[in-house]
């Protein structure tokens, strides 16, 4: 397909340069229903025939498709009756829980029903509840039309022995060509220019100079960035590897390497053991934590240790590696009764730490007068205060678990987002709490955004976090109906919310539950460590797929990076978990994390009361710049030497004991064996070698150094002919 691509296109050429406008990311009108018929599918069972998804009646058991094999790939194609820009899909359900419900799926998009692009990867929640997921409709700043869609099931919330079913499928979106058609032309254009580049690239990488300059006269299409055409003057046409590292030196400092360098984060994790028979707090989940990153101290209150709460109130002092038990229960110092799933935060300028929220089962509080009562501590006289036995009353929150509060020293603002509300009534489980805000000076709450704001949606298991300079809060992903994978910010100055878009080629972190997240408002990164969530467990209670992945978020350039990935085996490495809390030291740029919940199948025969009491740092190192740079020199000088072992082994020998070695670093195992291999080279005379080759090799490496957006394709012409 892609080769009567390049051959149309190239006629196509002639007429010059492309029109690349599409329907840039602004306003769309509503979204309406987009109708489809079923184009293709893998197999079915039986009377399940996929034409089911059609038509919703949760109360009918064979209205549905049921693959006739759980073995991969399994799928549906649709097609969608004229091409449309689809951002929503809804599945309907039995009306009861499933074990052949999807618990993972994955929903490509596209103009033709092959070579389609990833648009959504989500799982459903196994319940009766319809679902509805926002898919990626937008790509290069264009929204992206579809006139396929595929739905791929992964894996379902039974034994891995059962078949697919999927009961009921809509499509959202916008049809109207006045939007869809310019964007049509847009990727259609795309393609074409991308079909031209991959020519040019197997040109010049084949050295059909001619031909090279010829297409590229004929198409005006740029291969890359005027700066790596020179680059590969430098390098590949001249040999002049002094230029070269002359141009990559400049290249680092004006920032064009940023994005690669923003990707060589490394996590290091390290248990905090305290002396033997000192105190320390207990297993427990569901407790807060809050830091002094100026005196140095972390605190923590309470918890659920499996099975009861917890009162006692703990700090930890960094520099003697010790905690003190400040009180075994604050109710007995005038202080917060027992409770867990509550929030703390710290005010590090009058030492005082606030308390908020706490979570009852439902038969202890069947009799309860539910009341949010609010607490603040003194840390410098060692005394509590009630602020409030019902904020209720005074237009503050009721009384709400799994919500989160940031401070704002400056102003003297506590900001409290989500949450669910208690309530001994008849009355919803899953009411939720809005956006609120306490001005301390004057005792006054006020509701910045009600639950039922469209844009700021309430939730549980979310992180939030407060940039004081900017003034924004900052809200991840999360759970309501289903998990949310949104970033919001907020902002506290206007009172207004929008959603932080991050690039599409950047991979985001995936959706869950108990997500926790800290900022460093001084290199504009947001650190996220993800967590378990009981509702991605399978029919057995277990963690099939369980991992800890943490991420940095660059504020600057709009770009998440993973750091690290943690399958829980490596003993230096804490297991994943869930109820968890992790703060951040901003000072000396040290997170501390503490117990949790491992899950009922995080290992076998584990007990579901089983709770954590492990302590852990983790240091998330930058890249080191210099570092960096240094291996850039070694790259460029190795290929240096070898073409000048070509021509002049003596020169080039001397080239690797004055300029070669000391860019070598000699720690290295990896480069250690390099450099010796190198010096082997110099006498084997045997082995042919093609300059112009070598040096295009060297030039697709450096490429790893620069955005993708700068340089040339990195895949070849040659990977998409047949191999006979």
């Known amino acids: 397909t892609l080769l009567y691509t390049i051959k149309f296109e190239l ?33 079915y069972t039986g009377d399940y025939h996929p034409s089911k998804i059609l038509i919703d009646d949760p109360s009918d058991q064979m209205s549905r498709w049921q693959s006739g094999s759980n073995s991969p790939p399994q799928f549906l194609i649709l ?35 092959e070579g389609m692009v990833e648009i959504c990867k989500k799982g459903l929640t196994n319940n009766c509840n319809p679902e509805t997921f926002d898919v990626e409709h937008s790509f290069y700043g264009t929204y992206f039309p579809s006139s396929y869609i595929k739905i791929v099931p992964d894996t379902t919330w039974g034994p891995a022995v059962l078949n697919f079913s999927i009961w009921y499928v809509k499509l959202s979106g916008v049809s109207d060509p006045v939007y869809v058609n310019p964007c049509i032309q847009f990727f259609s254009n795309r393609r074409q220019e991308r079909a031209i580049k991959l020519c040019l690239k197997h040109l010049r990488q084949h050295n059909y100079s001619e031909a090279f300059e010829s297409l590229q006269k004929r198409t005006k299409v740029q291969l890359e960035h005027p700066m790596l055409t020179k680059l590969h003057h430098m390098l590949v046409e001249s040999g002049d590897y002094d230029g070269v590292e002359t141009l990559l030196d400049n290249a680092f400092h004006d920032g064009y390497m940023e994005e690669y360098t923003s990707k060589q984060y490394s996590a290091k994790w390290e248990q905090i053991h305290v002396a033997d028979g000192s105190p320390r707090p207990g297993t427990r989940g569901g407790h807060p934590m809050c830091i002094d990153p100026i005196a140095g101290k972390v605190y923590l209150f309470g918890g659920w240790d499996g099975k009861n709460d917890l009162g006692d109130f703990w700090e930890y002092t960094s520099e003697t590696n010790s905690w003190q038990c400040i009180s075994a ?96 009534k008849d009355r919803h489980e899953a009411d939720y709490s809005g956006l609120y805000k306490y001005h301390i000076p004057t005792n006054v709450w006020s509701v910045l955004k009600p639950d039922n704001d469209t844009l700021l949606r309430s939730r549980i298991g979310h992180s939030m976090l407060y940039h004081p300079e900017k003034k924004h809060l900052y809200i991840i992903a999360g759970q309501r109906e289903h998990f949310l994978d949104d970033f919001l910010m907020y902002n506290t100055r206007n009172d207004t919310v929008q959603q932080v878009f991050c690039a599409h080629e950047v991979k985001v972190p995936e959706s869950g539950f108990t997500m926790r997240a800290t900022i460093d408002t001084e290199h504009e990164e947001i650190h996220m460590m993800s967590g378990l969530s009981k509702d991605l467990r399978n029919e057995n209670k277990e963690y099939s797929d369980a991992r800890t992945k943490i991420y940095v978020y660059n504020l600057r350039r709009n770009k998440w990076s993973e750091v690290t990935k943690n399958e829980g085996v490596n003993a230096v490495e804490p297991c994943p978990r869930y109820a968890h809390m992790l703060v951040y030291d901003n000072v000396k740029k040290i997170h501390y994390m503490f117990g949790g919940n491992p899950g009922a199948g995080a290992d076998k025969g584990v007990d579901v009361e089983r709770r954590l009491d492990d302590f852990w740092s983790l240091r ?25 072992s070509l021509t002049d082994p003596v020169g080039s020998l001397i080239f690797l004991q004055q300029h070669l070695e000391q860019v070598v670093d000699h720690s290295s195992p990896t480069e250690e064996a390099e450099f010796q291999d190198l010096v082997a080279s110099v006498f084997d005379t045997a082995t042919p070698r093609d300059t112009h080759s070598t040096r295009s090799q060297l030039f697709d490496t450096l490429m790893r150094y620069f955005p993708e957006n700068m340089a040339q394709p990195k895949d070849n012409l040659t990977d998409y002919v047949p191999p006979v």
């Open 329 to 424: 229960d604050t109710e007995m110092n005038n202080g917060p009764c027992k409770r867990s799933c509550h929030k703390m935060v710290l005010d590090p300028k009058h030492k005082l730490v606030y308390v908020l929220g706490r979570y009852l089962d439902a038969r202890t509080r069947e009799n309860m007068d539910l009341k949010s009562d609010f607490y603040c501590y003194d840390i410098q006289s060692d005394q509590w205060n009630l602020i409030s036995s019902d904020t209720a009353a005074e237009d503050g929150p009721c009384l709400i678990y799994d919500h989160q509060m940031v401070l704002d020293s400056d102003l003297q603002c506590i900001y409290i987002f989500g949450g669910k509300i208690l309530s001994n």
């Open 79 to 113: 097609k969608i009756d004229k091409p449309s820009i689809i951002r929503q899909i809804t599945f309907g359900k039995f009306h009861k829980s499933h074990v052949c419900n999807l618990r993972s799926f994955t929903i490509y998009g596209g103009m033709s029903d």
């Open 620 to 644: 998330i190192e930058r890249p080191v710049f210099d570092d960096i740079k240094r291996s850039l020199q070694f790259l460029v000088r190795k290929y240096k030497f070898r073409d000048m």
């Open 11 to 43: 006629i196509l050429c002639s007429q010059g340069h492309y029109n690349m406008v599409g329907i840039s990311n602004n306003s769309l009108p509503r979204n309406v229903i987009i109708p489809y018929s079923i184009h293709k599918w893998s197999s």
